[in-house]
């Protein structure tokens, strides 16, 4: 056994103190690190739910976007003037889609709106939430022109709508529809903190 140089041996409350005092200290680190820990998750989680939301208001602000489309498309649906291309107003009478591989945030930047070229889309003044939406329309069709005309090959359903009284069996007559051309409306939305969402809709006059 060892003798200390006073002479005099600790007693065992003094031994007691010191263990008390290093898993005192050790508990402190713990608690200081699990104090941190959750300080970091809680700053995480309050920006996943604030991007969230903002991406949530973009989407919403998409639809401004797509009613205004729906409404130009209306508005001049007549005497041939969709079967041209007319970039100014964010229109396209050819389809245009992303190769393999590319997504359409890529699409947008490097075709529909691509940085120092021409613009084919249309934008909106930012709305109060601060989100810019911006919409091209695409005419579901492999070439510009009549509709009707060879090589054009639009997306539509059979044309002559006609009905009758007459009884037929199970599958004699097939069903006939009007003919109408489909149109995509796709509208990128920019928002805060850097946030971008896209929305795609279908539409036929």
């Given at each position: 056994?060892?003798?200390?140089?006073?002479?005099?041996?600790?007693?065992?409350?003094?031994?007691?103190?010191?263990?008390?005092?290093?898993?005192?200290?050790?508990?402190l680190?713990?608690?200081?690190?699990?104090?941190?820990a959750?300080?970091?998750?809680?700053?995480?989680t309050?920006?996943?739910?604030g991007?969230?939301?903002?991406?949530?208001?973009?989407?919403?602000s998409?639809d401004?976007?797509?009613?205004?489309?729906?409404?130009?498309?209306?508005?001049?649906?007549?005497?041939?003037?969709?079967?041209?291309?007319?970039?100014a107003?964010?229109?396209?009478?050819?389809?245009?889609?992303?190769?393999?591989?590319?997504?359409?945030?890529?699409?947008?930047?490097?075709?529909?709106?691509?940085?120092?070229?021409?613009?084919?889309?249309?934008s909106?003044?930012?709305?109060?939430?601060?989100?810019?939406?911006?919409y091209v329309?695409?005419?579901?069709?492999?070439?510009?022109?009549?509709?009707?005309?060879?090589?054009?090959?639009?997306?539509a359903?059979?044309?002559?709508?006609?009905?009758?009284?007459?009884?037929?069996?199970?599958?004699?007559?097939?069903l006939l529809?009007?003919?109408?051309?489909?149109y995509?409306?796709?509208?990128r939305?920019?928002?805060?903190?850097?946030t971008?969402?896209?929305?795609q809709?279908?539409v036929?006059l």
């Amino acid at each position: 056994m060892l003798i200390p140089a006073n002479g005099r041996m600790p007693r065992r409350g003094e031994r007691q103190r010191g263990v008390v005092l290093m898993i005192a200290l050790i508990v402190l680190v713990a608690m200081t690190l699990a104090g941190i820990a959750l300080m970091r998750s809680v700053g995480t989680t309050s920006l996943i739910a604030g991007n969230l939301a903002f991406q949530q208001s973009a989407t919403s602000s998409g639809d401004t976007g797509t009613e205004a489309a729906i409404a130009w498309l209306q508005t001049n649906n007549n005497s041939g003037y969709l079967w041209n291309n007319t970039p100014a107003q964010g229109y396209m009478a050819q389809r245009q889609d992303p190769v393999t591989g590319q997504s359409w945030d890529t699409f947008w930047t490097a075709v529909i709106n691509p940085s120092g070229g021409p613009s084919l889309s249309t934008s909106r003044p930012q709305d109060s939430a601060g989100n810019t939406v911006s919409y091209v329309i695409q005419r579901l069709c492999n070439g510009t022109g009549d509709p009707t005309a060879p090589g054009v090959d639009c997306a539509a359903p059979q044309s002559v709508a006609q009905a009758g009284s007459s009884s037929k069996g199970a599958g004699a007559v097939a069903l006939l529809y009007n003919s109408s051309i489909y149109y995509r409306i796709t509208t990128r939305i920019d928002g805060p903190r850097n946030t971008v969402s896209y929305v795609q809709v279908v539409v036929t006059l």
